[in-house]
Every structure is written in C-alpha cells, then in structure tokens.
C-alpha cells in the first residue's frame, strides 16, 4: 500500500500537465456558460473586461495552487500539513478542498451524462428535422426519466474513474492529451463552419467589435461583475483540483508562464465556442441569450435547420463531451489521490472505494429532476443541482481560493518568499516580487466581492428576511477563514 506521506506520481512531459490542466479548466463553463454571457452582455465589451480579470485574478490564484501543490508534493487533502508552521491551523482548510470536489463530481457527472447522451441522440439522427416542439419534449423526457439520467450519469463515472485506473502518464495523462487534441481540432472545424454560414457576419460583428452603448444599456455594474465571476470560476481554481497537477509537475518550469500557458489555453476554447455557437445563431435567427436552455433546447434547433445537421449536431455534441469529460477525469484524479494521502489506499483501492462513493453521491441530482422534483432549496424553480452547484460554486470555490491566497502571502502561512521561489523556480516568465501587496489586498477584496455578491443575487429575490438569513450562514464561512489564517506559529519544532 501507498504511504500517506509519499509523494505522488509524475507527468511524462511538459506538454502532458498543461494539456491535463488545461482540461481540468475547459469545462462546461467554457463551451456553455461563456457563449451565452457574451450573448447577454454585450458580445465582445464583455470580453475585453473577461480577459481582463483572467490576468489580475484567475492567473495569481493558479499559480497559489500549483505552488502549494509541487512543493508539498501532496494532493490537497495534505499539502498544507507538509507546508504550514507548526502550531497554525491551516491543515483545517483541506475539507474545503475535500468537500468541494466530491460536491463538485455529485452533479457535474450528471450534466456530463446529459452531454453524453445528446451526443448519442445525434449520432442516430433523433433531432434531424425535428420541429422545436420535439427537441423541447426530447430534453423534457430525458429530465423525466430517472432510469435515462442514472444510466448515462453512471456512464460517465465509469469512463473518469477507467481513465485514471491506468495512473497518471498511460491514462489520465495520454488519453488527455487525445480528447484535447480532438476537441481543439473539433473546434476549429465547427467554428469555420460557423463563421461561412449565410447571415453569419451578423454575429461575427456581434462577437468581435465592442458595443459600449449595450453596457450603458445593461449596467456596467452588472456587465463588470458577470465577466470577474466567469473569469474567476473558468479555471477551477479553489478546490485543490489544479493543485494536484503541481504536485505531479517536475521542477523545471516556472509556475507562472505555466499558468499563463494554460489560462490561454482555456481562453482559446471559450473564444471559440463563441465562435461556433454565436454566428450559427445569427446565421438562423436563434437568439444567443437563450441562457443554461441554450445547449439542449436552442442549439439541437439550430442543428436541425442546417444542411447536415446530423453530422454538424454529433460532432458538436462530440466535442461537448470531451470538454465535460476533461473535468470529470481531473476531478476524480484530485479524488482518487485523497484515499491514497489520507488512508494510504493504493490507485486500485481509492479508485473502487471512490468510483461506488462517488456514483452513489450523484443519485439525489438525478433523482431532483424527477422523483424529488418537489424539493426546492433555494426558492421556487430550483432543485438538488441548484443547492449543489450555490454551495460549490458560490462559497467553496471562492473561499478556498481565498484560503491559498492568504497562505501564500501572510507571514503565520506558507510566506511570500517561499510561495515567490517556488513559483519561480525554473526556466519562464517569472511573477514580480512587487506583486505581493496586490496579492495580500487587493485580489482578497475581489474574491470576497464575488462571494457576496453571489449571496446577494441568490437570495435578494426573495425578500430581506431571507437575504440576511444566508447572509449570515456567509459571515460563518469568513469567520472560518479568519480563525484558520490568525493562528500564530508556534516556537516548537516539531513537524507535523
């Protein structure tokens, strides 16, 4: 069995972590959510300030995990008891990254089983001319059918978990570099498609020029925060889940020009998506601010308008599932090496004891759709993947990755120098020394703008009462974060 205090394994090559990483980041939010804000908020205005907010937060936060993750040479579940003074109590923040990416896989699999299942769908010619009323009941039947969710959601477990059972370099490593490889081909051929479409120049200009007078229109407020939110939560930073490709990443490499590389990289498939989705919808009058619907009840329409659509449909629904299924292998990754940091299990045994764990945790996602319908946490309309996805995605995610930023910076944590020389050890672009105060004030006030405000816009709606209510549940999570960062070193020794 494998000790609990031995590091982990290694990526073959360079190009291995980023096209893994890069995985880990592209993501539905990519090629689902990002297309739809640019069509909500304004198009190509949305996207300057989106890539603006890539570089000032989503790059420092990567390089925190990475840093974190190839000096300890641990997976998160035990990177910060190898790295913290004796006597602090940032060891209490691994549950944040343990948590969040079980809660993270009980509905993501999910929605990367109903990836998998339209791909089928396409595949043998269910949506070719189809009428619109048929592609809404074929989504509906799909929602409705507890045994067609289960099978599919099951499905994509099985693959995840089947990749990372043959380790890092001959599973998650080479078949990661072939979906990503085919998914940016996939991409560059769907997007020339797109763009040569009749009436796509519409869109193309939508896409490409900025329109300021729509963020007048909307609210720069409320146009600004939408592009840091999605600039903060592209990447997957804050649950651990890149910090484990740092951990398996040989020196050799600064950790910064890392970071860049992969953000790009990621940014790259967003772009592009919007490129597919966008001018295809100008192209045939479907308008690009359909929202989550976009996917699975705007875009099998548009497919069933065009000239092989069957053909055009699969191979989109082909690429979608690669993006899903990129995620889904680098989470249960950070999973499988939680058993084997934690309990000292061997691949074989985390990967068992996780793979019935995690198919089991999936169930309630399913199951609100259809037999649990009637349960609805967060107000009217909302189910068990609402409730999943607020607690992931509006306190893990930010909190966690408050929690690496101030372990990096503060003096009772990690320290700036150490985080600096490991983050800029080896050949590339370095991070700036000057950088340090930007990091201990500025991104902080960031990240805590966007968890509050994500409590703000969840509960606002449903009156103040209820408002303050979470709102206080938000003021816990901070004091947690507070308590876990004060704890002074102590004068022993001692390693933990």
């Given amino acids: 069995m494998t000790d609990n205090n031995t590091p982990m394994d290694s990526f073959a090559t360079r190009l291995g972590f980023i096209l893994v990483s890069a995985g880990c ?61 004796p006597g602090t109590r940032w060891h209490h923040f691994k549950w944040i990254s343990i948590v969040g990416c079980y809660m993270l896989m009980m509905y993501y699999t999910t929605v990367t089983g109903w990836m998998l299942y339209y791909c089928y769908l396409h595949l043998k010619g269910a949506f070719t001319g189809a009428s619109t009323q048929a592609v809404a009941a074929a989504f509906g039947s799909m929602l409705g059918s507890a045994p067609t969710m289960l099978l599919w959601m099951a499905v994509a477990c099985f693959l995840g978990f089947a990749v990372c059972y043959f380790g890092i370099k001959d599973g998650v490593e080479r078949i990661s570099k072939f979906m990503m490889v085919a998914l ?23 896409y490409l020029v900025p329109n300021f007078e729509t963020l007048d229109r909307l609210g720069w407020g409320n146009v600004i925060f939408a592009a840091m939110s999605q600039a903060f939560f592209t990447l997957s930073i804050g649950i651990g889940a890149m910090l484990i490709f740092g951990a398996y990443l040989p020196p050799g490499r600064s950790l910064f020009g890392e970071a860049v590389t992969i953000t790009a990289l990621d940014t790259f498939v967003a772009l ?19 929202g989550p619907s976009l996917i699975f009840l705007t875009i099998p329409n548009l497919f069933a308008r065009m000239p092989g659509g069957q053909l055009w449909g699969s191979c989109f629904f082909v690429f979608l599932s690669f993006a899903a299924l990129s995620t889904v292998i680098a989470v249960f990754e950070n999973i499988i ?57 509006n306190n893990l995610l930010p909190l966690g990755s408050l929690a690496f930023v ?51 816009d969840m509960f606002v709606k449903q009156g103040t009462g209820v408002l ?20 002074a070193p102590s004068r022993s020794t001692e390693k933990r």
């Avoid at 592009?272 to 359909?290: E, L, Q, R, S, T």
């Avoid at 303050?468 to 704890?487: D, H, N, P, Q």
Wanted: glycine fraction near 10%; proline fraction near 4%; charged fraction near 15%.
């Fill in 468 to 487: 303050i209510k979470w709102l206080c549940v938000a003021a816990c999570f901070l004091l947690y974060i507070w308590y876990g960062a004060s704890a």
């Fill in 272 to 290: 592009m998506a919007g490129f597919i989705i966008i001018p295809a919808c100008f192209a045939y009058g479907i308008k690009p601010d359909a």
């Fill in 184 to 206: 940016l081909l996939l991409m560059i051929v769907l997007a020339v498609h797109s763009v040569f479409l009749e009436g796509a120049e519409k869109g193309i200009r939508f």
């Fill in 25 to 85: 980041a592209i993501g539905i939010g990519n090629v689902w959510k990002f297309p739809y804000l640019c069509g909500q908020f304004g198009g190509a205005a949305f996207i300057l300030i989106y890539l603006v907010f890539l570089l000032i937060m989503g790059i420092p936060v990567m390089v925190c995990e990475f840093a974190i993750g190839r000096s300890s040479r641990r997976s998160a579940a035990r990177s910060f008891d190898v790295l913290e003074p």
């Fill in 406 to 456: 101030l372990f990096c910076t503060k003096k009772n944590g990690w320290t700036w120098e150490s985080f600096l020389q490991e983050a800029n050890a080896g050949a590339g672009a370095k991070m700036p020394y000057s950088v340090q105060r930007y990091l201990m004030y500025v991104l902080p006030v960031f990240i805590l703008t966007i968890y509050l405000k994500g409590y703000y």
């Fill in 337 to 393: 090496a939680f058993g084997r940091n934690l309990f000292g299990w061997d691949r074989r045994q985390s990967i068992l004891i996780n793979g019935f764990l995690v198919t089991c945790l999936s169930i309630p996602c399913v199951l609100g759709f259809n037999l649990w319908s009637g349960f609805q946490p967060l107000g009217p309309g909302t189910g068990v993947l609402d409730l999943e996805d607020f607690i992931v995605s």
